[in-house]
C-alpha cells in the first residue's frame, strides 16, 4: 500500500510549447517530449513527432461539426468504434479502461501471455494480423479500423496499409521517450480515442505522485549501490543507455548505474568481455526473461562462463524479470512508480518501512537458487 507525500522530486517535467494553439490552450502532456495535446474548441488537437517528422491530429465527437478552419488534417471521430494496435504498450490500455472492445487487430497475437486476450484471439473477436514484417493485409481488410496504432521505427513504412482500409495511421512513439513518466504519458493518446480523457489523465496524475514521493526517499541517500544489466546476444550485451528512461529509474531508486555517464536515450551494444571488465564488481544485476522452466545461476552458469565471474552472480543479487509471469511488456510501461518501488525494495529497503505495508516487489524478483 502506497503512502502518499508531495515532494519535489527531480521529475521535472518538459518545456512544451503551444504549437499554433490558442494563448489560453494548456498543454495536456507533461512530461512526454514528442507528443502534445491541446484542447481545441470543442476537441482535441494531437502532435506526434516520429523520428522523421511530425504529425498532427484532430479529434471531435461524433456530435461536434468539424471547425471551417481544419484543412488536409487528420480528422479522427472519438470514441472510435475499432483500431489495429501493433504493440502491448497500446492494446493494454484499452483493456485498462475497459475498451478492449474497440481492439479489432493486434500483431503477434501469438506471442502474448494475457489469457484474456489470447481467448479473444481464440474467439476470433480479435484478429491475430501477423508479424511486425509480414501484416497480414487481408485481415486488415476485413477489419476496416477506423485507426491503426504503429511503431514508428526507423526503416519501416506502413503507409501501403492504407491502400488497404481508410484509417488514420497514428504514430505511437513511446519508445523514443527517454523519461518514465514520458513513457508513461502515452496512455493519453489512447484515452483520448476512447473519449476519456479525464479518467486517464485521473491515473496518470495518481500515479505521477506516487513516483514522485517514491524518488524522493532516495533523493539524499549516502550509500549508492552499483547495477547493470541484461544479458548477452551472440556474445553482442543490448543494455539501456545511460540517458534512457531505465537508466533514470535506477538512478532514482537510489543506484549509480554502471554505464551512467553515456550519453544514449537507446540501447547500446557492447562485447560481454567490456561488461565484464565495467560491470564485474557491480552489486546488482538487472535480467529479463521469458523461460518457461526453471531460471537458476546454475542453468546461467552452464550458458556461459563469464557470467560467474561477476559480483553480483557470486553475492547472488540478480534481480529477475520473468515477463512470462509478469505481463511485463504490456504494463509495466504504465506503471514506472511499480518497477521504481521493486527497486527500492532491493536497493534500500529500510527506506519502504514507513511507506508501504508489507510491500512485495511485482516485477521483479531476486534470484534465490
Not at 231 to 242: A, C, K, M, S, V
Not at 265 to 278: I, N, Y
Request: hydrophobic residues 35%; charged residues 25%.
Amino acid at each position: 500500500m502506497f503512502i502518499f507525500a508531495l515532494f519535489s522530486c527531480n521529475t521535472t517535467p518538459s518545456n512544451k510549447s503551444s504549437n499554433d494553439c490558442p494563448e489560453d490552450s494548456i498543454n495536456l502532456v507533461k512530461y512526454a517530449d514528442n507528443l502534445d495535446i491541446y484542447k481545441y474548441q470543442s476537441g482535441y488537437k494531437l502532435i506526434i513527432n516520429t523520428n522523421s517528422d511530425s504529425k498532427t491530429f484532430y479529434l471531435f465527437n461524433d456530435t461536434v461539426k468539424v471547425p471551417d478552419d481544419i484543412i488536409d488534417e487528420e480528422i479522427i471521430r472519438i470514441p472510435i468504434k475499432s483500431s489495429v494496435a501493433f504493440s502491448s504498450t497500446q492494446w493494454s490500455v484499452f483493456l485498462k479502461l475497459g475498451d478492449i472492445n474497440r481492439v479489432k487487430g493486434i500483431l503477434e497475437g501469438a506471442y502474448t501471455y494475457n489469457t484474456e486476450i489470447q481467448n479473444l484471439i481464440k474467439s476470433d473477436i480479435i484478429l491475430d494480423v501477423g508479424l511486425e514484417h509480414s501484416i497480414n493485409t487481408e485481415k486488415v481488410i476485413q477489419i476496416q479500423p477506423d485507426v491503426i496504432l504503429y511503431t514508428p521505427y526507423p526503416g519501416q513504412d506502413y503507409s501501403y496499409l492504407k491502400e488497404f482500409c481508410d484509417a488514420t495511421m497514428i504514430p505511437f512513439s513511446d519508445y523514443l521517450e527517454s523519461h518514465p513518466l514520458g513513457r508513461a504519458e502515452w496512455m493519453k493518446v489512447v484515452g483520448l480515442l476512447c473519449d476519456k480523457e479525464n479518467e486517464t489523465a485521473k491515473w496518470y496524475d495518481e500515479m505521477v505522485e506516487r513516483y514522485e514521493s517514491l524518488c524522493d526517499l532516495c533523493s539524499d541517500v549516502d550509500n549508492r549501490p552499483t547495477i547493470f544489466s541484461d544479458l548477452p546476444f551472440e556474445n553482442q550485451w543490448y543494455i539501456p543507455g545511460g540517458k534512457s528512461y531505465m537508466a533514470k529509474i535506477f538512478a532514482d531508486a537510489g543506484a549509480d548505474y554502471i554505464w551512467k555517464d553515456n550519453d544514449s536515450k537507446g540501447s547500446l551494444h557492447v562485447d560481454a568481455e567490456l561488461v565484464l571488465a565495467k560491470a564485474q564488481r557491480a552489486d546488482f544485476w538487472r535480467v529479463m526473461n521469458s523461460y518457461d522452466t526453471p531460471f537458476t545461476y546454475e542453468r546461467l552458469a552452464e550458458e556461459n562462463e563469464l557470467f560467474p565471474l561477476f559480483d553480483a552472480f557470486k553475492n547472488k543479487r540478480l534481480l529477475v524479470c520473468n515477463v512470462r509471469e509478469t505481463r511485463y511488456f504490456e504494463q509495466s510501461q504504465y506503471e514506472p512508480d511499480v518497477i521504481l518501488a521493486d527497486f527500492i525494495f532491493y536497493f534500500h529497503p529500510d527506506l519502504l518501512k514507513n511507506n508501504y505495508d508489507n510491500y512485495t516487489p511485482k516485477y521483479f524478483k531476486k534470484l534465490i537458487k
